[in-house]
C-alpha cells in the first residue's frame, strides 16, 4: 500500500465491512436481513415513513422494500397506520419490540466493539481510532 485514494478506499472498504458483519454477529439476534435492519434503523433515527420514502432513502426498489417492510411487521417489530396527513396512504414505525429491538441490538455491539477495544488496543491506539473516524467523518460529510 502506498497511500494512494485507492488503497485507502479499499482498505477502508474491507475493514469497515468486517467490522459491520462482526458488529451483526452480536446484535442480530432474530436474524434479520440486511434490508429489514435497515428499516428497523431508519424507522428509529428518522421516525414513521411510507414504504416509498424508505425504499428511496435506502436507494431500492419499492417492491424489494415493500417486502422486508411486511417481514419485520409479521415478527412484531413494525406496525403500519394511516398516514395523518394522507389517509389514503400508510406508514410504517417501529412498536414497542422493535424499538427494544433496536436498543438492545446497539447496546449488544457497542458492549462487544467498546470490549474488544478495550482488550486489544492501548489508550494511544483507541486515539489514532478516534482521529480516523474523524478523518472519515469529513468524506461523508
Do not use: N
Amino acid at each position: 500500500m502506498d497511500g494512494s485514494a485507492e488503497d485507502t478506499a479499499r482498505a477502508v472498504r474491507l475493514t469497515l465491512g468486517r467490522l459491520r458483519r462482526r458488529l451483526r454477529e452480536h446484535y442480530d439476534r432474530a436474524e434479520l436481513t440486511a434490508s429489514q435492519l435497515g428499516v428497523l434503523t431508519r424507522l428509529d433515527r428518522e421516525g414513521p415513513a411510507t414504504v416509498s420514502d424508505l425504499a428511496a432513502a435506502e436507494g431500492v426498489r419499492p417492491q424489494s422494500m415493500a417486502m422486508a417492510v411486511g417481514a419485520v411487521i409479521e415478527r412484531g417489530l413494525v406496525r403500519r397506520d394511516p398516514d395523518p396527513d394522507d389517509g389514503r396512504r400508510q406508514v410504517a414505525s417501529l412498536t414497542p419490540a422493535g424499538q427494544e429491538f433496536v436498543t438492545s441490538s446497539r447496546a449488544a455491539g457497542q458492549g462487544w466493539l467498546a470490549g474488544v477495544l478495550g482488550e486489544r488496543l492501548t489508550a494511544e491506539e483507541r486515539m489514532h481510532v478516534l482521529e480516523a473516524m474523524a478523518l472519515l467523518e469529513k468524506v461523508v460529510a
